[in-house]
């Protein structure tokens, strides 16, 4: 090892010890366009195991924008723009409800609308920032990371905190699994673990359950 370099090992998700079932969710992601070679497995990394987690693929609802500084925006609006589908598909289902003969049954939410039409019930941000010359990657960094905080304390909708803040080309590559010197390990796996799991627990929190799963 370099000296001065930091051991990698101990890094990493820690198991929880329960195993959460993604199929009810619906999960946004907004991802950066800049530095598109490492955006891209990170993207990949995270939709591979929320699908593994059973999130259905069309639960899955993936928005970029320009560069990191715009994700807090795209964010707080598209979590904003699912919450107004989800209740537009709550009053047609009322409305086509009345307009049936009371000896016909009335649709249930179940079967006449699918989850992908729900509210967002986490949102992964992911973006690339890699320090250049000036003080650009430090006004950026900081004012991306506080904008997201902002949204789910605001909104009660989990934001996973998914911008690599890094020094080289190299660490942000090994930080997405794709590293030219070592390969290192793809992070956006674990932010799509992280979703999945805030995703149940916020669900379960909201029902005022608090702990493991109800049995």
């Not at 998700?13 to 891209?40: C, M, Q, T, Y």
């Not at 593994?52 to 609006?77: F, H």
């Not at 290192?184 to 799963?213: C, F, P, S, Y």
Request: aromatic share 4%; charged share 20%.
């Amino acid at each position: 090892m370099v000296a001065g370099e930091h051991d990698s090992t101990v890094k990493g998700l820690a198991d929880s010890g329960e195993r959460f079932d993604g199929s009810p969710l619906r999960i946004l992601i907004v991802h950066a366009r800049w530095n598109e070679s490492v955006i891209k497995p990170l993207v990949e990394g995270s939709v591979q195991v929320m699908l593994a987690s059973g999130v259905k693929r069309e639960n899955i609802v993936i928005e970029t924008v320009p560069g990191s500084y715009e994700l807090p925006m795209a964010c707080s609006r598209l979590i904003a723009a699912s919450q107004i589908q989800a209740s537009a598909t709550a009053n047609d289902l009322m409305g086509a409800s009345s307009l049936l003969d009371s000896s016909a049954p009335a649709p249930s939410s179940s079967s006449s609308a699918s989850a992908s039409s729900g509210p967002f019930s986490a949102c992964i941000a992911i973006g690339v920032l890699i320090k250049g010359s000036t003080q650009h990657f430090e006004y950026i960094s900081d004012a991306v990371s506080h904008g997201l905080m902002r949204i789910q304390l605001d909104t009660g909708v989990p934001v996973i905190y998914g911008v690599l803040n890094c020094n080289t080309d190299e660490q942000a590559l090994q930080r997405a699994g794709v590293g030219k010197e070592q390969k290192g390990h793809n992070h956006g796996e674990d932010w799509g673990k992280a979703a999945v799991e805030l995703g149940v627990k916020t669900a379960r929190w909201a029902k005022g359950n608090i702990g493991q799963a109800q049995q």
